[in-house]
């Protein structure tokens, strides 16, 4: 299969437990009700996308924008803090709602008394519930432009001249904290996803940015096609044509590509819970990155991620397998893209 092919992670779990209303039955004297719960404390922020080179790390040192750097760290702690202080104070609201539930079961009774403060309790709870979406989403867009402080570093180093050398291992490594730390498209009641989240097509004379990583088809020595993770170098406008780097430190090489040998990847991950018409369907031909390699090939979407956390699980044309296809592998909505077929010229 070319580079050679060995990754499946689990995806992390969550918690169960969310704000449901006491079940009220008037045609039955049996009442039920779910206790509102907190979801666990917030996990710590790893403001770390993927390890640096040593001449990275030098840059950050000297660059003026290792100062905002440092200022966009901090008030991404403040931020952190305010989003806890909000949860805590939500958690009086939502004892309140709970200790008030047990009550209505236990009388069987609604009253109208109950039923406006019951209401009321609630509408406290959506506006808490609201202030802390609020929040969060400063502190993701915050994380977001550190990434892009970190990330103009490190092409402000290797432009200096200085070589930047990555380790197979570590570059595995990155290609999956990029991934994972891809922006998660949160848009507004109704909004569609934008192109370029999830599953969702780029526009049709959509250009990717110089520094962009983009899927490649190439040449190989042997004068075969793959299609390979790359990194754009530049654009031509007047010959419509791409300058890109192989992002295998082995291979390193450089390829000049007609726009239509070269495709997109993702900008934002798709949430399952909400958009899941930004997924490939089950059953979808795509493309995929084959873990550990950088090289996507031809698979079958075999099972949907269900949580923004959670990998696609697809099947790899495979014919050294009896069935035609590798065993179940996991890869993420960044390294999956549509099937692009580039007709031949005659």
Request: proline content about 6%; charged content about 25%.
């Amino acid at each position: 299969m070319g580079k050679g092919k060995d990754k499946n992670l689990g995806s992390p779990k969550r918690s169960l437990d969310s704000p449901k209303s006491p079940k009220l039955r008037t045609s039955s004297p049996s009442f039920r009700r779910e206790q509102l719960l907190r979801s666990e404390p917030l996990p710590e922020i790893n403001v770390t996308p993927y390890p640096l080179s040593t001449s990275t790390e030098m840059a950050m040192a000297m660059s003026s924008e290792a100062q905002a750097l440092q200022e966009r760290v901090k008030v991404l702690s403040e931020l952190v803090r305010e989003i806890q202080k909000a949860r805590e104070d939500n958690a009086s609201h939502m004892n309140a709602i709970n200790n008030l539930s047990d009550k209505i079961v236990s009388e069987e009774k609604l009253s109208v008394a109950n039923r406006t403060k019951l209401k009321n309790l609630y509408e406290n709870g959506v506006a808490d519930s609201e202030k802390e979406v609020s929040l969060m989403k400063k502190a993701l867009n915050t994380v977001y432009q550190i990434r892009n402080i970190r990330h103009d570093l490190r092409i402000q180093a290797k432009n200096s001249g200085n070589k930047e050398t990555i380790r197979r291992g570590a570059l595995m490594k990155m290609l999956l904290n990029c991934a994972q730390t891809l922006p998660l498209w949160i848009g507004n009641t109704g909004e569609k996803p934008p192109p370029l989240c999830g599953a969702v097509a780029p526009e049709l004379n959509y250009v990717a940015k110089v520094n962009d990583m983009v899927a490649c088809l190439v040449r190989g020595s042997e004068g075969e096609d793959n299609w390979i993770l790359a990194e754009v170098v530049n654009y031509n406008t007047a010959t419509n044509k791409y300058e890109v780097d192989d992002i295998d430190e082995e291979q390193k090489e450089r390829h000049t590509l007609s726009r239509r040998r070269v495709y997109p990847l993702p900008l934002m991950r798709a949430n399952p819970e909400v958009n899941p018409e930004a997924l490939y369907a089950k059953g979808s031909i795509v493309m995929a990155l084959y873990p550990q390699t950088t090289c996507f090939y031809k698979a079958v979407i075999n099972r949907l991620p269900t949580l923004a956390t959670e990998e696609y699980e697809v099947l790899f044309e495979d014919p050294s397998y009896a069935d035609g296809y590798s065993p179940p592998l996991m890869v993420a909505q960044r390294y999956v893209i549509q099937i692009k077929e580039v007709k031949k010229k005659s």
